[in-house]
Nanobody, 121 residues
Framework: QVQLVESGGGLVQPGGSLRLSCAAS????????MGWYRQAPGKERELVVF???????KYADSVKGRFTISRDNAKNTVYLQMNSLKPEDTADYYCNAYQFIATTRSSYDYWGQGTQVTVSS
């Protein structure tokens, strides 16, 4: 089991910045990638960005150039720096960890509890 604890959401004005954090604990071996998804009211959950264990990143087109994912391996933590925020970025943001265990060929998706980001004047 992997536990994910998020922090850093809140209310910000358009054009502002926020940084989200996601700390992983538990059986964190074989986590292949970590990332962030978001879900706005009435919409499906969508990928924002992920980073693999090898450092490869994938961003949604809507956040490219504005959001940056980073990680601190010593702290088992990933960060999402969000700049130039827009009202359409308003959503609940969820941390995700994908784990593949080669010996059993099993895969698992873990989710944080979510943190709310509201962009409004």
């Amino acid at each position: 089991q992997v536990q994910l604890v998020e922090s850093g959401g809140g209310l910000v004005q358009p054009g502002g910045s926020l940084r989200l954090s996601c700390a992983a604990s538990g059986s964190i071996f074989s986590i292949n990638r970590m990332g962030w998804y978001r879900q706005a009211p009435g919409k499906e959950r969508e990928l924002v960005v992920f980073i693999t264990s090898g450092g490869t990143t994938k961003y949604a087109d809507s956040v490219k150039g504005r959001f940056t994912i980073s990680r601190d391996n010593a702290k088992n933590t990933v960060y999402l720096q969000m700049n130039s925020l827009k009202p359409e970025d308003t959503a609940d943001y969820y941390c995700n960890a994908y784990q593949f265990i080669a010996t059993t060929r099993s895969s698992y998706d873990y989710w944080g509890q979510g943190t709310q980001v509201t962009v409004s004047s």
